[in-house]
């Protein structure tokens, strides 16, 4: 997979910059996960959490549906994450824009079978986007009984990029 998926036409866009990518990723509030069965293709909005030390990107949600029944299958996957800046004005209505930041994902997903792992992921998720509240203070942890019903996707990174529009 790798540098054919991440090259980009316009390189004076390019962000090759892992940190800059890093924190695009955890600031994010959500990104677009799309896959592809029997020729289709399918994108759904989703929450998400970076996790630098396994390069993986963690997911939840019910153990049925799309999303379910693609990360039990292995499938590669692509990930969207984009931030809208300003909208850009020109003479001409054909260089009229906006300001952007952006990155892609490659990879492939799977289902966490790990209870440690997917407890692991879940956590992170709550600390990305509830960074001011704390397991067993503020809300309940995660149990192993909520494993049961609720599925930890994890996408392992093949590749990725950032982009960046400036005014």
Known sequence: MGESLTKMRRKDRAITDDNWIIALLNRAGYGV??????????????????????????????RK????????????????????????????AMNFGVEYKGVVVFG???????????????????????PELKPDVDYEATTDIDLKVTAVIRMDIDSWSGKEKKS
């Open 33 to 62: 996960l799309a896959t592809c069965k029997d020729g289709q293709p399918f994108t759904v909005a989703r929450n998400f959490s970076y996790d630098a030390e396994k390069h993986a990107i963690y997911f939840h949600g019910a």
């Open 65 to 92: 549906g799309r999303t379910f029944e693609q990360a039990e299958g292995g499938r590669k996957a692509n990930l969207n994450v984009s931030e809208m800046g300003d909208w850009l004005t020109a003479k001409r």
């Open 108 to 130: 492939k997903l799977s289902i966490v079978e790990d209870t440690d792992e997917a407890k692991h992921a879940l956590q992170l998720l709550m600390d990305k986007h509830f």
